[in-house]
């Protein structure tokens, strides 16, 4: 209560203060400027994110890694001081951070890639009909996995599983042209391989 006999309740709400007069039932916020500044200082900072997903060949989740950029130029711009960047210029600090948490969230989903791969033997024999004793039919099958290069690989698994070359393309990011290229690189091996 201020002497006039209003009542004002305050909330705090991380940084956004918000302040309100019950009697006279007005509202007036009080937003903290500098969030609005620090948030156009992070916008600033988007070209140099889409410079690093560029350099680090990111072609899938691009959003995300957008996110995640964002992210990391939010904590180094908050954690930003001359002693701990140790001679380094804000910019450089930054391109730091967001380099380096870029590398872990590719790590990160890498590793997560791998564990679930593991599956690919499943769908070999789901999509063959090869019941669990057919293991000479699988390691021929993984065996002819294991000439073809990644693209190739996902052409013929995405193909097993019932896909077309549109929607492999549309899929992967890549072109229509690009998707039957795979397509006629992995045909040639499989050829070479059945005699």
Request: aromatic share 8%; proline share 1%; hydrophobic share 40%.
């Amino acid at each position: 209560m201020d002497a006039s006999g209003n009542t004002f309740r305050c909330i705090d709400t991380s940084q956004e203060i918000v302040m309100t007069d019950f009697d006279d039932n007005k509202s007036t916020e009080y937003i903290d400027a500098d969030d609005r500044a620090f948030d156009r200082r992070i916008m600033e900072y988007e070209p140099m994110i889409q410079s690093i997903i560029g350099r680090l060949n990111v072609r899938f989740d691009q959003d995300d890694y957008m996110q995640v950029g964002r992210l990391a130029v939010y904590n180094a711009l908050s954690t930003f001081d001359d002693i701990a960047a140790r001679g380094a210029t804000e910019s450089q600090f930054v391109y730091t951070r967001i380099y380096q948490r870029m590398v872990d969230e590719i790590r990160r989903v890498s590793r997560y890639t791998n564990n679930v791969s593991a599956t690919d033997d499943d769908v070999l024999m789901e999509n063959t009909g090869a019941s669990g004793n057919d293991a000479v039919l699988l390691g021929e099958l993984r065996d002819m996995l294991g000439t073809l290069d990644c693209r190739e690989r996902q052409w013929l698994l995405l193909t097993l599983d019932g896909y077309t070359v549109v929607e492999i393309a549309a899929a992967s990011g890549f072109s229509v042209s690009s998707v039957k290229n795979w397509r006629r690189s992995a045909r040639a091996k499989l050829g070479a391989l059945r005699g």
